[in-house]
Structure formats: C-alpha cells, structure tokens
C-alpha cells in the first residue's frame, strides 16, 4: 500500500507541478492554446489562474516534502485534501461549461487525491 501511495504522489506531483508552473509563466492566451481543455480560462480572471498556479504548487510542495524530510509528515494528507478541495472547483466549471469529457478526468485526478488523502490518514501515515 505504501509503495501504491507513493507511485500516486508522485503523480499528481509531476502533473500539479508542470501544471501550477504553466499557470504561472504563460500568458492567458498561450495557457488556453494549449488544448481545447484549457478554455476554462476564459470564465477566469487572469489573477485567478496566477493564485491556482501557487496553490498547485504548494500542494506538490505539501505532499513531497514532508514527507520526503519526515518533518510535520501531517501535511501530506492535508495538502490532499487540498487538492480534493481545488479538484471539485474544477469539476464544477466543467460541468458548467458542459465538457464532460475533462470533467471525467478531473474526477480522476479528484480521486486519486483522495486516494492518497486516506491512505495518509488512516492506511498508512507517515511518522
């Protein structure tokens, strides 16, 4: 079980990172040229997409780093759940705007967030 948590932190870290760093430094327009999944910007305002960029980062920050240092390990789970939190915004806008499809991707991504919010929790914490 620990090895499976690990796989999928490792996971969301490389797709949260590369994700909350493209937030960051491309503009608006570059960002939602990327796919048609990225068109969500357009409902955004440009500061929006700057603040979920940091918050992508500092979960990817949350679950590896503690954990990898086992200093305050009680984060990992935490910042999880942050991005259980800020995965059912972005299923929400989807469901919104109608587009299923990356909605059901989000709900992936919501979920093995989840995953490794529970198995920090209760199957195996850390520390």
């Not at 995965?87 to 989807?94: F, K, P, V, W």
Request: include cysteine.
């Amino acid at each position: 079980m620990n090895t499976a948590l690990w796989i999928v932190t490792v996971i969301l870290c490389l797709a949260y990172g590369a994700g909350g760093v493209a937030m960051l430094v491309m503009s608006r327009e570059r960002f939602r040229n990327i796919s048609t999944g990225q068109h969500y910007v357009d409902d955004l305002p440009q500061h929006t997409l700057k603040v979920l960029g940091v918050m992508k980062l500092l979960a990817v920050a949350g679950m590896l780093l503690p954990a990898l240092l086992g200093v305050a390990t009680w984060l990992v789970p935490l910042a999880a759940l942050g991005l259980v939190l800020l995965m059912t915004g972005a299923a929400t806008i989807r469901m919104v705007r109608r587009e299923w499809g990356a909605f059901m991707g989000d709900v992936a991504y919501l979920s093995l967030a989840a995953f490794v919010a529970w198995g920090r929790f209760v199957a195996v914490p850390l520390g």
